[in-house]
């Protein structure tokens, strides 16, 4: 009678012998330091605090893996910039990384572009609150207990939205030419 293969055996047969290339070796380990790049960056956004602990952590044994691991996590950081009030948190942990210092100039512009939209976005909320006031007095509501709830996608953020997104378009460009 004929022994019956699992499927692992199968598979062992059939890839006996069978060897990455080198530039697959390197596809696998740049993918693992995008996923360690991917958790970093959860940590730090939920534990902005922790950044004290947690960026000394990212040295292993060699410098080269290091620095890659560390412009990885840069970039993770720029491509998942948010675009609400946690804009200038998100601005303090790309200034503890090491990339940043080839930034400088540009994060310190970017953080007054940021301040500006700001203050800009205030007063188009005001001025929005105001218009809304004025359509609900024309139906016949009105008081000093009456607050328009404003949407969260109102005019409001778009030019905050449009600044970060120039910002971020200009930061990844720069990295990608120092990469």
């Known amino acids: 009678m004929a022994e019956i293969k699992s499927t692992i055996d199968l598979i062992m047969e059939r890839t006996r012998g069978m060897s990455l290339s ?3 070796k390197e596809a696998l380990r740049k993918e693992d330091f995008r996923k360690k790049a991917r958790g970093l960056r959860l940590r730090l ?3 902005p605090a ?3 602990e947690i960026l000394p952590a990212l040295d292993p044994d060699n410098t080269a893996d290091r620095d890659l691991l ?3 996590l840069w970039e993770e950081l720029l491509r998942e910039m948010p675009s609400d009030k946690h804009i200038f948190q998100h601005l303090d942990l790309l200034e503890k990384l090491p990339p940043a210092d080839k930034f400088r100039p540009l994060l310190k512009e970017a953080r007054e572009a940021f301040k500006n939209a700001s203050k800009t976005r205030g007063k188009d ?5 105001l218009r809304e006031k004025k359509k609900l007095e024309s139906w016949g509501i ?3 207990a ?8 109102s005019e409001t953020g778009s030019e905050l939205t449009r600044v970060i997104e120039e910002y971020r378009e200009r930061m990844l460009k720069e990295a990608a030419r120092f990469s």
């Open 45 to 47: 956004m939920e534990n």
């Open 146 to 153: 009456v607050v328009p709830k404003l949407r969260e996608d």
């Open 142 to 144: 009105s008081g000093s």
């Open 22 to 24: 080198e530039e697959e």
């Open 70 to 72: 560390e412009s990885m």
């Open 125 to 129: 909320k005001k001025k929005i609150l």
């Open 50 to 52: 922790g950044s004290e």
